[in-house]
């Protein structure tokens, strides 16, 4: 019986390689973009929860703008690993620099620049999904990877926290390692030296054992090139059925996504007054669901196939998103939590594999650069019109907060039905073709 998407199995090794990336990524995601770092900008720099916002949109446009020509230049010169590694270091290195920052200015020009290397990192990491799928299943090996990255987040958050809450016993514990731990004041700092520490440990095996096949002969280009790649790709983009329609769901999509990241834990404190412990729980909670449905959810769209499973994902945020806006008591959260939980995790999954279906294989990068560019467009939409949300109706307290989630459902809303006009369509092809191509891997 020929196997899943593909004759020929990606080895083992590439495939749980690929998939520890997604642990290590999402190291940097829960502490930097949803956890320490927010709450280090608000309480020990004394930035409003609306500043955080503005930075985040901030550090996505400029992501937006590249990420298409970023994945365009990968697939001409064939080296979508190489361009991994490249932003990845950057990412870690600044992330370690976070710790010396003592002003807001510097705090956030260094979040800005780890998270645009963050980000644009990630284009190149969903591109090398086919390449790790061949005889596995796109869904299967994409949930994987998600599920992988949630109990990360739930490792990272146990972890780090120690840094935060004892940093005394982890600084007696790491002895002369140790001595950069704040023993009192900015200890929310204290969590991004490992951060980027276990950020770059768990992204090491992706370095050395995914493949990058060239599924075409590379080409010596420059970025340039890469422009003109992709104004060619948007002028004849009714070449590409369902691509405008996918993009611009996911732009809606991702908005309700990145909003609900960015901003739990200061939403458990403003609305419901919680402690920084209690958030955490939250969270651990709401992840552990997360790893659930993302394992689930790819199984299920190998099975029913990208489009349908996406449209159950939507179903999912408008609940999630209807629960946590009217959530009335701190343990109602606990409801909406694991909801958001499924809700997320599956997101990233489907949406994947339903990009790399609409991909023709020479141009998964350049694909992948422009679902980039919808999320992070969706990203500096999210944090601003929530950042705004909140300084329009600041006079009402905790329900300036409600207002700003609410909203987001009117998008996911819109987004289903845009999904509808998307075509129905699986990722074998895409897949085989990479596997054709792995006997002319790059390392």
Do not use: C
Not at 71 to 87: C, E, P, S, T
Not at 244 to 256: C, D, M, R
Request: glycine share 10%; proline share 5%.
């Amino acid at each position: 019986m020929a196997t899943p998407e593909g004759r020929r199995k990606v080895p083992r090794l590439a495939v749980w390689s690929w998939v520890l990336y997604d642990f290590a990524n999402t190291v940097f995601s829960i502490s930097i973009l949803s956890f320490f770092f927010p709450l280090w900008l608000a309480d020990e720099l004394g930035a409003g929860a609306n500043v955080f916002n503005y930075v985040v949109a901030a550090s996505m446009l400029l992501v937006a703008l590249a990420a298409p020509f970023l994945g365009a230049l990968a697939d001409l010169r064939q080296r979508r690993k190489a361009y991994l590694i490249a932003f990845t270091l950057p990412a870690v290195a600044l992330t370690a620099g976070m710790d010396l920052a003592g002003s807001v200015l510097a705090g956030v020009a260094l979040f800005v620049a780890a998270n645009f290397a963050y980000q644009s990192a990630l284009v190149f990491y969903n591109a090398l999904l086919p390449a790790v799928s061949g005889g596995r299943g796109a869904g299967r090996v994409s949930g994987y990877g998600v599920a992988a990255g949630y109990a990360g987040t739930i490792f990272a958050l146990v972890l780090l926290n120690l840094f935060v809450t004892e940093p005394e016993s982890m600084r007696s514990l790491l002895g002369l390692f140790g001595r950069w731990i704040e023993v009192e004041g900015a200890v929310n700092s204290n969590a991004f030296v490992p951060t980027a520490s276990l950020y770059l440990l768990f992204s090491l095996p992706a370095f050395f054992f995914v493949p990058d096949p060239r599924v075409r002969s590379p080409r010596r280009v420059g970025p340039l090139d890469a422009y003109r790649g992709v104004v060619s790709t948007l002028r004849h983009a009714r070449l590409y059925p369902g691509l405008g329609a996918f993009v611009l769901s996911t732009v809606l999509y991702s908005n309700a996504a990145n909003t609900v990241v960015a901003n739990m834990a200061l939403y458990g404190r403003e609305v419901f007054g919680m402690a920084q412990e209690d958030i955490r729980n939250l969270l651990l909670f709401s992840t552990v669901f997360a790893a659930l449905g993302a394992a689930l959810f790819g199984l299920l769209t190998d099975g029913l196939g990208p489009r349908r499973v996406l449209v159950l994902v939507l179903l999912s945020w408008l609940g999630a998103i209807s629960l946590a806006a009217l959530a009335a008591a701190p343990w109602m959260l606990l409801l909406a939590g694991p909801l958001v939980g499924v809700a997320l995790g599956s997101t990233w999954v489907v949406s994947r594999v339903m990009l790399v279906a609409l991909s023709p294989p020479d141009k998964v990068g350049e694909f992948f650069g422009f679902y980039g560019l919808a999320g992070k467009t969706s990203a500096i939409l999210g944090p601003a019109i929530t950042g705004l949300l909140l300084t329009v109706f600041a006079d009402l307290g905790p329900g300036a907060f409600r207002i700003a989630v609410s909203a987001q459902a009117l998008l996911v809303l819109a987004a289903l039905l845009l999904l509808l006009r998307v075509p129905d369509v699986r990722p074998e092809s895409v897949v085989e073709r990479f596997s054709q191509g792995e006997g002319e891997r790059r390392s």
